[in-house]
Protein backbone atom coordinates (compact mmCIF):
# COMPACT_ATOMS: atom_id res chain seq x y z
CA UNK A 1 0.00 0.00 0.00
CA UNK A 2 3.03 2.78 -0.66
CA UNK A 3 1.22 3.55 -4.18
CA UNK A 4 4.08 1.41 -5.51
CA UNK A 5 3.84 -1.11 -8.59
CA UNK A 6 5.65 -4.05 -7.51
CA UNK A 7 5.09 -8.06 -9.29
CA UNK A 8 2.73 -10.35 -7.03
CA UNK A 9 5.28 -12.37 -5.78
CA UNK A 10 6.37 -9.88 -2.62
CA UNK A 11 3.10 -8.94 -1.90
CA UNK A 12 -0.01 -9.95 0.04
CA UNK A 13 -3.63 -10.16 -0.70
CA UNK A 14 -5.89 -8.72 1.89
CA UNK A 15 -10.26 -8.51 0.85
CA UNK A 16 -12.39 -6.19 2.71
CA UNK A 17 -15.30 -9.20 4.22
CA UNK A 18 -18.87 -8.60 4.31
CA UNK A 19 -18.98 -6.79 7.94
CA UNK A 20 -16.30 -4.66 6.90
CA UNK A 21 -13.40 -6.23 8.46
CA UNK A 22 -9.81 -6.73 6.28
CA UNK A 23 -9.06 -10.52 5.53
CA UNK A 24 -5.96 -11.59 5.06
CA UNK A 25 -6.51 -13.89 2.01
CA UNK A 26 -2.95 -15.69 1.85
CA UNK A 27 -3.82 -18.24 -1.07
CA UNK A 28 -5.54 -15.28 -3.16
CA UNK A 29 -9.16 -17.33 -3.77
CA UNK A 30 -11.30 -15.34 -1.93
CA UNK A 31 -13.90 -12.84 -3.93
CA UNK A 32 -13.74 -8.83 -3.87
CA UNK A 33 -11.31 -6.53 -4.37
CA UNK A 34 -8.08 -7.02 -3.54
CA UNK A 35 -5.99 -4.83 -1.61
CA UNK A 36 -1.79 -5.35 -1.93
CA UNK A 37 0.64 -4.95 0.72
CA UNK A 38 4.11 -5.66 0.78
CA UNK A 39 5.26 -8.70 3.17
CA UNK A 40 6.81 -6.45 5.41
CA UNK A 41 6.08 -6.14 9.03
CA UNK A 42 6.18 -2.07 8.96
CA UNK A 43 4.25 -1.35 6.17
CA UNK A 44 1.62 -3.55 7.27
CA UNK A 45 1.24 -2.38 10.64
CA UNK A 46 1.09 1.20 8.66
CA UNK A 47 -1.55 -0.26 6.62
CA UNK A 48 -3.56 -1.45 9.38
CA UNK A 49 -3.52 2.22 10.71
CA UNK A 50 -5.71 4.19 8.16
CA UNK A 51 -4.41 2.94 4.48
CA UNK A 52 -6.61 0.05 4.25
CA UNK A 53 -9.41 2.44 4.65
CA UNK A 54 -7.78 4.76 1.82
CA UNK A 55 -7.14 1.98 -0.35
CA UNK A 56 -10.58 0.11 -0.13
CA UNK A 57 -12.22 3.76 -0.57
CA UNK A 58 -14.67 3.18 2.45
CA UNK A 59 -14.22 2.84 6.32
CA UNK A 60 -13.07 -0.71 7.71
CA UNK A 61 -11.89 -2.35 10.48
CA UNK A 62 -8.88 -3.67 11.31
CA UNK A 63 -9.08 -6.21 14.05
CA UNK A 64 -6.16 -5.80 16.58
CA UNK A 65 -2.94 -8.60 15.89
CA UNK A 66 -4.31 -8.44 12.03
CA UNK A 67 -0.01 -8.83 11.17
CA UNK A 68 0.42 -11.52 14.01
CA UNK A 69 -2.14 -13.18 12.42
CA UNK A 70 -1.09 -12.73 8.40
CA UNK A 71 2.35 -14.30 9.99
CA UNK A 72 0.84 -17.55 11.63
CA UNK A 73 -0.84 -17.93 8.14
CA UNK A 74 1.65 -17.32 6.13
CA UNK A 75 3.91 -19.71 8.42
CA UNK A 76 1.31 -22.42 8.12
CA UNK A 77 1.36 -22.06 4.33
CA UNK A 78 5.28 -22.60 4.10
CA UNK A 79 4.56 -25.68 6.62
CA UNK A 80 2.20 -27.41 4.28
CA UNK A 81 4.08 -26.53 0.94
CA UNK A 82 7.09 -28.32 2.81
CA UNK A 83 5.20 -31.40 3.74
CA UNK A 84 3.52 -31.77 0.15
CA UNK A 85 7.50 -31.16 -1.29
CA UNK A 86 8.42 -33.97 1.31
CA UNK A 87 5.06 -36.54 0.55
CA UNK A 88 6.26 -36.16 -2.88
CA UNK A 89 9.93 -37.30 -2.47
CA UNK A 90 11.37 -33.64 -3.10
CA UNK A 91 12.46 -32.90 0.58
CA UNK A 92 15.18 -34.71 3.13
CA UNK A 93 16.03 -33.24 6.92
CA UNK A 94 18.42 -34.18 9.11
CA UNK A 95 22.01 -32.73 8.31
CA UNK A 96 23.82 -35.89 6.97
CA UNK A 97 21.00 -36.63 4.69
CA UNK A 98 21.22 -32.58 3.77
CA UNK A 99 24.83 -32.65 3.41
CA UNK A 100 24.88 -35.71 0.76
CA UNK A 101 22.29 -34.14 -1.17
CA UNK A 102 24.22 -30.80 -1.41
CA UNK A 103 27.51 -32.65 -1.50
CA UNK A 104 26.13 -35.55 -4.20
CA UNK A 105 25.24 -32.91 -6.65
CA UNK A 106 21.62 -33.29 -6.21
CA UNK A 107 19.58 -30.13 -7.64
CA UNK A 108 18.69 -28.48 -4.35
CA UNK A 109 16.21 -25.48 -4.80
CA UNK A 110 16.00 -24.39 -1.17
CA UNK A 111 17.92 -24.87 1.94
CA UNK A 112 16.18 -24.46 4.72
CA UNK A 113 17.50 -24.40 8.40
CA UNK A 114 15.62 -23.82 12.03
CA UNK A 115 15.86 -20.21 12.83
CA UNK A 116 16.46 -21.64 16.63
CA UNK A 117 19.51 -23.97 15.43
CA UNK A 118 22.73 -23.14 16.55
CA UNK A 119 24.83 -20.67 14.27
CA UNK A 120 27.61 -23.11 14.56
CA UNK A 121 25.73 -25.95 13.16
CA UNK A 122 23.94 -23.85 10.40
CA UNK A 123 27.71 -22.67 9.26
CA UNK A 124 28.60 -26.28 8.05
CA UNK A 125 26.19 -26.27 5.33
CA UNK A 126 26.19 -24.42 2.18
CA UNK A 127 23.64 -22.45 -0.32
CA UNK A 128 24.37 -23.97 -3.53
CA UNK A 129 24.65 -21.80 -6.75
CA UNK A 130 21.34 -20.81 -7.72
CA UNK A 131 19.71 -22.10 -4.74
CA UNK A 132 17.97 -20.26 -1.57
CA UNK A 133 18.48 -20.03 1.71
CA UNK A 134 15.85 -19.60 4.33
CA UNK A 135 15.53 -19.60 8.13
CA UNK A 136 12.75 -18.24 9.06
CA UNK A 137 10.77 -21.03 10.40
CA UNK A 138 11.64 -22.58 13.84
CA UNK A 139 12.64 -25.78 14.58
CA UNK A 140 9.44 -27.02 15.83
CA UNK A 141 7.36 -25.60 12.22
CA UNK A 142 10.52 -27.45 10.16
CA UNK A 143 8.94 -30.60 12.26
CA UNK A 144 6.13 -30.03 11.33
CA UNK A 145 6.80 -29.67 7.88
CA UNK A 146 8.93 -33.02 8.05
CA UNK A 147 6.93 -35.35 10.32
CA UNK A 148 8.90 -34.78 13.35
CA UNK A 149 8.95 -32.88 16.47
CA UNK A 150 12.18 -30.75 15.64
CA UNK A 151 13.97 -30.32 12.58
CA UNK A 152 17.16 -28.11 12.22
CA UNK A 153 18.25 -28.20 8.65
CA UNK A 154 16.04 -29.22 5.57
CA UNK A 155 16.35 -29.10 1.42
CA UNK A 156 13.83 -29.00 -0.95
CA UNK A 157 14.82 -30.53 -4.85
CA UNK A 158 13.99 -28.18 -7.65
CA UNK A 159 10.79 -28.03 -8.96
CA UNK A 160 7.30 -26.46 -8.88
CA UNK A 161 6.76 -27.24 -5.14
CA UNK A 162 9.80 -25.68 -4.20
CA UNK A 163 9.33 -22.33 -6.40
CA UNK A 164 5.82 -21.94 -4.57
CA UNK A 165 7.83 -22.18 -1.22
CA UNK A 166 10.57 -19.90 -2.06
CA UNK A 167 8.03 -17.26 -2.91
CA UNK A 168 5.73 -17.83 0.57
CA UNK A 169 8.78 -18.29 2.53
CA UNK A 170 10.22 -14.60 1.03
CA UNK A 171 6.87 -13.05 1.94
CA UNK A 172 7.34 -14.88 5.62
CA UNK A 173 10.61 -13.30 5.96
CA UNK A 174 9.41 -10.02 5.42
CA UNK A 175 7.13 -10.32 8.44
CA UNK A 176 9.76 -11.52 10.24
CA UNK A 177 12.55 -9.78 10.03
CA UNK A 178 13.20 -7.22 12.52
CA UNK A 179 14.30 -3.45 12.38
CA UNK A 180 16.87 -3.23 15.01
CA UNK A 181 19.58 -4.77 12.87
CA UNK A 182 19.87 -7.74 14.01
CA UNK A 183 17.29 -9.61 11.31
CA UNK A 184 15.00 -12.45 12.99
CA UNK A 185 16.18 -14.96 10.21
CA UNK A 186 19.15 -14.87 7.66
CA UNK A 187 19.98 -13.15 4.22
CA UNK A 188 20.97 -15.74 1.34
CA UNK A 189 24.01 -16.77 2.27
CA UNK A 190 26.56 -17.01 -0.35
CA UNK A 191 27.53 -20.25 -2.36
CA UNK A 192 30.65 -21.76 -1.87
Known amino acids: MSGETQPKA ?14 PDILGK ?3 RGMWVTADRNIL ?14 AVTVREGLVEEVERQLARRVVDLIALARKAGLAVCGFEKVKG ?26 TPEGARYFDCLTSDELGLA ?11 ATGGLSDRVVEEASKLRGLRDKDDGNPAVGKDKVAK
Do not use: C, M, T
Open 10 to 23: GLIRFVVGPDNQVV
Open 30 to 32: LPG
Open 101 to 126: WLSGGAQVRVLLQASDGSVRGKSKLW
Open 45 to 58: EQASRGQFSRSAKA
Open 146 to 156: FGRQSVIHGAL
